[in-house]
């Protein structure tokens, strides 16, 4: 244990008492060493972030920086920039075209190497042949691949040509991507015949035929070949990746675009059946994203970079795309599962490439420590310096073991708290500058503002809970819900008006110290992954079968939330290991595999109040196997007996 604050004498404390400071070699090179930093953004929070735009490209500087009108945002007012080109011509432009932006790695085994000149090349290639499919600035695309270098490409190529990208993550169903299409209308889906996870093949050419046999707005489909197996081919639709790029120009000028043009649209999960499509723009987003990759990273020049979450969540687009390419960033990126074909595929990762700075979430930590320190500890993993944290609360014991095991005490810990919705991370230590206490995402990042609340709003003193709100604008931040505004409104700006409310909870300790303590909405965190209890109960009641479901997210030691699903069927029919089994492969279908419920629990009724309200708190403490609370507003109180029977008769899997 090589902790600043080490010694027999903290041993005592509990995990979360102990302090660590940034270590002094940290300090001395970090990019940010002075909390001066804090109170210099504080004075001029516009002028802060227009400090940080000054260093990209534009082709038109912006007017002003902020257009505030509650809750509408406007960044860069004016301005003209394009964020492909930020991320790849300006560096190719600087000399730094050989620099690596990828080491790539597939599931498989197969590597690639792709310098920033590559990616431009490659970038070029892909927008032209988009025009050549009839895309053009403004036109949705959807994007649906597994985690190759055509992936970024795809999206690069349409944020040069301006045409807003919607990335699918690949574990989502047919069904979800119709959803997602459909709702934005895309008209090209980019997409791969397969990918790897586990060692088998992801059906992405087939499930993107089952999607658009559901929608009406595509014209083409772009495949990228990746596991070249046999796949279903609509002639006139699908073209090959391999016949339209190779033989385009490797140039195309980027379209000089608004400040607020659409980005892309990424789908998350609310509290409605319904995910929302959050908007993101330009030239804010591309600030954002940047500036807080840059400081909370503590990027150098030198660094190899591996964010291991999957592009198809906000993570990878802010944290494996737009962030560390726009800084010049080396990164890894690997394509698969971390236990295939063994438990140190990471660690072998690690080793091979020298990372040196680790992005990843609690639920993959919490997996290694159950697997054990000597997958670790077969390889030499000296080249780490910064360990990164994100997706949900990390509990104190797996930060220390992150401290220890993977980071051998000698690196410092930034848990970053953020959102689909914000782009950016907003709460997070400053590596050279905060001192971390394990479990706390600590502060707001510099031109950030944040609160804890109390239902009427009122800031709730040092040493309260409440909920937690973004008190000023901030550049990454969304701009609306694709289609709609009222939705917009009131989901983030109606609790608390003029503040941004982001849905967790949050406690302050006495040094002001931001604990996140989870959701308070019917949102669920499955392994980081956001699911909506909603979302799953209208997919288990859509099974003709279902007379009423109601779901829950039960903790998980693991995953930190594991999907419980109470479920009562229609009469005439007997529960049965089977159709348990049937349920969760229906709720697979409608979503993904990472909706299929853990737990599926079949009760003759909901518990309900008299009003007809479900009583999640109820089916919370049953599942959770906790004694139950007050009862005395069920409308049927044998209700709750019933479902312990069932519960005592053991129906969990
Ligand atoms: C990046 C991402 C957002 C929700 C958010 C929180 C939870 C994320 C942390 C965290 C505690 C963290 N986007 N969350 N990061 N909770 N500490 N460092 O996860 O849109 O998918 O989810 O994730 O509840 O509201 S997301």
């Known amino acids: 244990m090589a902790s600043e604050t080490g010694g027999k004498a903290l041993e005592a404390l509990t995990f979360d008492e102990r302090r660590f400071p940034p270590p002094a070699e940290f300090k001395a090179k970090a990019n940010w060493k002075d909390e001066s930093v804090y109170a210099e953004a504080e004075r001029d929070l516009e002028g802060f972030w227009?400090?940080?735009?000054?260093?990209?490209?534009?082709?038109?500087?912006?007017?002003?920086?902020?257009?505030?009108?509650?809750?509408?945002?406007?960044?860069?007012?004016?301005?003209?920039?394009?964020?492909?080109?930020?991320?790849?011509?300006?560096?190719?432009?600087?000399?730094?075209?050989?620099?690596?932006?990828?080491?790539?790695?597939?599931?498989?085994?197969?590597?690639?190497?792709?310098?920033?000149?590559?990616?431009?090349?490659?970038?070029?290639?892909?927008?032209?042949?988009?025009?050549?499919?009839?895309?053009?600035?403004?036109?949705?695309?959807?994007?649906?691949?597994?985690?190759?270098?055509?992936?970024?490409?795809?999206?690069?190529?349409?944020?040069?040509?301006?045409?807003?990208?919607?990335?699918v993550f690949g574990g989502f169903s047919a069904e979800a991507l119709a959803g997602r299409i459909n709702d934005s209308g895309a008209k090209l889906v980019i997409t791969a015949d397969g990918g790897y996870r586990k060692g088998n093949i992801v059906q992405l050419k087939k499930n993107t035929d089952d999607a658009i046999a559901q929608t009406t707005t595509v014209e083409k489909v772009l495949v990228y070949r990746r596991t070249k197996h046999d796949v279903p081919w609509t002639s006139g639709r699908d073209v090959w990746w391999h016949d339209i790029i190779p033989k385009q120009k490797a140039e195309c000028p980027a379209e000089q675009l608004d400040s607020e043009h659409m980005l892309y649209l990424l789908y998350t999960s609310g509290t409605t059946a319904k995910p929302k499509g959050i908007v993101h723009t330009t030239a804010g987003y591309m600030v954002g994203t940047a500036t807080t990759h840059k400081y909370i990273f503590d990027i150098k020049p030198d660094d190899v970079y591996w964010c291991a979450a999957d592009i198809g969540w906000v993570t990878g687009h802010s944290y494996i795309v737009f962030g560390p390419l726009a800084n010049a960033t080396t990164s890894v990126m690997y394509e698969g599962t971390p236990d295939f074909p063994d438990k140190d595929r990471w660690w072998s990762i690690v080793e091979r490439y020298r990372v040196s700075i680790l992005y990843c979430a609690p639920t993959a930590i919490r997996t290694f420590m159950k697997w054990g320190p000597q997958y670790p500890h077969m390889h030499d993993m000296r080249s780490l310096r910064l360990l990164g944290s994100v997706g949900e609360p990390i509990n104190p014991e797996a930060w220390i073991w992150y401290h220890e095991t993977i980071g051998g005490g000698r690196c410092p810990i930034v848990d970053t708290w953020w959102m689909t919705e914000t782009g950016m991370i907003l709460i997070s230590p400053l590596p050279g500058i905060t001192t971390t206490k394990p479990g706390s995402a600590t502060f707001p990042f510099p031109g950030v503002r944040a609160d804890v609340v109390d239902d009427e709003g009122k800031s709730v003193p040092f040493g309260g809970a409440g909920y937690l709100v973004i008190t000023s604008p901030w550049p990454a931040m969304l701009r609306g819900i694709y289609g709609d505004d009222q939705r917009y409104r009131e989901t983030y700006w109606s609790r608390f008006p003029g503040r941004y409310f982001a849905g967790d909870g949050a406690k302050r300790d006495q040094g002001g110290y931001l604990w996140l303590l989870g959701r308070v909405d019917d949102v669920m965190k499955i392994s980081g992954h956001r699911i909506s209890t909603t979302e799953v109960e209208s997919a288990l009641v859509s099974h003709p079968k279902v007379a009423e479901a109601a779901v829950i997210g039960r903790e998980d030691p693991i995953t930190g939330q594991a999907i419980f699903a109470f479920v009562s069927l229609r009469s005439g029919n007997e529960e049965s290991e089977e159709l348990s089994k049937e349920l969760r492969e229906h709720v697979v279908k409608g979503i993904g595999s990472i909706a299929r419920p853990k737990t599926i629990m079949f009760t003759p009724e909901l518990p309900k109040t008299r009003s007809g309200k479900i009583m999640r708190r109820?089916?919370?403490d049953i599942a959770q196997e906790r004694p139950l609370g007050d009862v005395t507003t069920l409308a049927d109180a044998s209700v709750v007996e019933q479902i312990r029977t069932a519960s005592a008769a053991g129906k969990e899997d």
């Open 50 to 167: 227009a400090g940080h735009a000054e260093g990209f490209t534009w082709s038109k500087k912006w007017e002003r920086v902020l257009d505030w009108r509650v809750p509408c945002a406007k960044w860069f007012v004016g301005g003209r920039t394009n964020i492909s080109e930020n991320c790849l011509d300006r560096h190719v432009k600087a000399g730094l075209g050989s620099k690596t932006a990828y080491h790539w790695e597939g599931e498989p085994g197969d590597t690639r190497t792709v310098s920033y000149a590559d990616l431009l090349a490659e970038t070029q290639r892909c927008a032209n042949a988009l025009r050549e499919l009839g895309v053009r600035t403004g036109d949705r695309v959807a994007i649906y691949m597994p985690m190759v270098p055509e992936l970024p490409v795809a999206m690069l190529a349409c944020a040069r040509i301006g045409a807003p990208f919607t990335v």
């Open 618 to 620: 109820l089916l919370r």
